[in-house]
């Protein structure tokens, strides 16, 4: 994945993991193979001892420095000169040392270099192709500098055709590898953008439910108490109006911290006036939490102890508070008349937002046990993370973070996607190595020795059935299957076999020579079939691989320190390579549980900051909307300015009272969202003892949220002005719904918050709003018409 010129987590894991596989790689294949040929070199003379120490010295040097700069960055033109400068110092050595040996250190030493620098320079292509030149210069520069004749004609073009396809492979291998590590990104983009936009839904909605909790607590209480003048002591009501502004204008979601649960409860107000409790307390402390719960825990037993003195007929309650194993637990108890549970309206916010809904939002449960009668009992369980399961119905946020934790599942499927995908493009690369060097490469070199084979048929048969090999995990992998046990079992019986028949009819003194073409390639094939197994598998594979053909050498004879030099410079050039092939893919899979787990870190904090400012936004938008109306009159009463006495102030707080029960009722899950939110008004002017009459006519169909609030809010400011009786009828008709209220004895509209809309508008075709005044009576009617365009259907 490439965002804006990123690459992603998979894709830098891959990159990181090359480059240093290709520095370690080189270096290792340079020293070790450097040892040897000096080992096995036919420089007798003690004077070029010390030529060969200083070609050779100063590329295990530069190596060494190559391998310093993993860890601390030296500059790129530097590097580039140090990779060119140890082929170029190789390719030198060979006249130097001479003989077999030092001809077959130099082939290889550079033919793997050559491949190192296509995964050292990576993300340099240019470079690295630039230094693969180099490389087959210094290469044929020592061919021509060993010669006698020193001519161009003495350079083999074999060594250099194999070393352009070690290098076109190489190439090809990153770019597979890292086809999948991007498309491994972009799925995993993909994902992540889905879920990130479900947490910051899933987070504005656990905080409205919070702010609306709020907001019943806080500001409806108090407004709808002061519209209904049921008080002759209205000191508490300043202190009160204030608290409600500062707990409106802070921002739900955000708590941070512990709190001591047992200090908090021992704050709750026990309210004021006729609605006053007298609570006796018993609480194991301390009772250290996150501020989450521990707020919402607060704000629970808080409402309902404002229920107890409203409902209960009591004017005493018992708190408890105690530890039950790594749960707290909170109990609230009253003697009183007692209650239905099951039969408290849904658009009631007092039980079901402000105690249970609180308590949900924090992954804590609250619980209701009631009857008409006998009392109430209301206990809070909130579970401490990390102290063993917990069982409750709650949410995973248990610290009142922004941003919900991801479950282990979520992490495994993640690394597990990631897996699958970097283990697919490397059996791509194996299997693209099996087949372009058996057919490039082994296949040349056995048609031109037929001569050499005893007999020819049984290395013809080898080859087949290293083809037959190729075909069936082949066919497997490109129909996206694992390759099965039995088959698995019965190709890796046929490749080792492979490797013995060929050992077994060649002659012994062209082992690993240019007639054996099996050694160099039965590697690859049991890398394909092992690569989802574990390293060592196929190390022990390689090892049998070896363990043959040394034992079809060592039958014949022992060999000098000369050939035995020959041979492990070939071993290391064939077999070295693909063990650290297989060693580079087991670090990838590997890695990418630390890659999944970074892209997660990553994930989360864009989640974190996405839902911050969706939520601040939120809020802004929901205390603009209060700005209006709510906060000038919580203002005027918090201040003294605004006087309870005053029955305009209560007319104009029963109508912000209803506007906020309709506010309530919106997210309530019912079948006639518009029926339900006029009723939450009704309830209110009901309280003040008006008389209200609800009809309906037609067959209720839907109206847009925006559109409804719009309906709604004349019928609420007529009811919170209304005295005596009104009647409330709603008509739907084809494309057509009107909301109509007719309020007798109802005050005038002396301030300009009464003709104030609630937040939000018609965006699809506007509301129209008529009102009509009759004496004392008051006559208003919305109505809406559906557009064309609109696509809500009306009955």
Known sequence: MRLGGHEGNSERLVNRTVERYGVWLRSTVVCLCGALGFVGADAADAADVPLALSLLVPAALACGVRLWSLRRPLPSALLWTLDAAVVTLMGLSQPVLGGEGANAMVEVTIG????AFQFEWATRPVAGAALAVGGAAACALGDILSSPAHGLGVVPLVPL??????????????????????????????????????????????????????????ASATLLMVSQGDSRDWSWLPPRARQDLEALSAMPGFETGSVDLAALLGCVPEGEGKARVRLTTYIEGPLAMPSGPGLAIFNGVREAVTNVGRHAGVREAELRAWREGSDAVVELSDAGRGFDPDSVPARRRGISGSIVGRMHAVGGTASITSRPGAGTRVRW????????????????????????????????????????????GAQLVALLICLVWQFTISLPR????????????AQTAAFVCLVAVAATGG????????????????????????????????????????????????????????????????????????????????????????????????????????????????????????????????EQLRTRERI???????????????????????????????????????????????????????????????LNELRACVE?????????????????????????????????????????TARVTVVWTPGTVRVSVVGVDCADDRTAGADVPSPGCATESEVSVVRTRRGESMWAEASWSRSASSGVDLP
């Open 446 to 457: 056995l048609m031109a020795h037929q001569d050499a084979y005893h007999p020819a048929w």
């Open 612 to 674: 911050h400012e969706h939520l601040q936004r939120d809020h802004k938008e929901r205390y603009r909307a209060l700005t209006a109306t709510t906060v000038p009159l919580l203002v005027g009463l918090g201040h003294g300015v605004l006087s309870p006495h005053d029955e305009e102030v209560r007319l104009r707080c029963g109508v912000e009272g209803a506007r906020m029960r309709r506010l309530f009722a919106e997210g309530d899950a019912v079948s006639d969202p518009l």
């Open 112 to 115: 793997i270099s050559v491949i």
């Open 381 to 424: 369980r909130w579970h401490e993370p990390g102290r063993g399961p917990y069982t409750g119905s709650g949410g995973p946020h248990a610290t009142g973070a922004p941003c919900p934790p991801r479950s282990p599942a979520q992490h495994t499927a993640a690394a597990r996607f990631l897996r699958g995908q970097i283990l697919y």
């Open 161 to 218: 055709v194999r070393m352009a396809i070690q290098v076109g492979l190489s190439r090809a291998a990153y770019l597979i590898v890292r086809a999948r590590a991007r498309g491994a990104d972009r799925s995993a983009a993909v994902r992540a953008a889905l879920r990130r936009e479900a947490d910051v839904a899933a987070a504005r909605r656990a905080t409205e439910r919070a702010y609306l909790a709020t907001l019943h607590d806080t």
């Open 475 to 602: 066919a497997h992998l490109l129909r996206g299957r694992q390759i099965p046990p039995a088959v698995r079992a019965w190709c890796l019986g046929s490749v080792l076999a492979v490797s013995a028949v060929s050992a077994c009819t060649l002659p012994p003194e062209q082992s690993t020579g240019a007639a054996d073409w099996a050694f160099g390639v039965v590697g690859w094939h049991a890398l394909f079939l092992l690569a989802d197994l574990r390293v060592r598998v196929f190390a022990a594979f390689l090892g049998a691989h070896i363990g043959i053909n040394a034992a079809a050498v060592a039958w014949s004879g022992a060999p000098t320190a000369a050939e035995s030099a020959v041979l492990g410079i070939a071993t290391i050039g064939s077999c070295g390579l693909q063990l650290s092939v297989g060693v580079l893919m087991s670090h990838l899979l590997r890695g990418t549980a630390a890659a999944g787990s970074a892209a997660e870190r990553e």
């Open 684 to 724: 209110v002017a009901e309280h003040r003892g008006v008389t209200v009459s609800l009809a309906v006519r037609g067959r209720p169909g839907e109206a847009p949220v925006e559109v409804r609030r719009k309906l709604i809010d004349p019928v609420a400011v007529t009811l919170g002005r209304t005295r005596s």
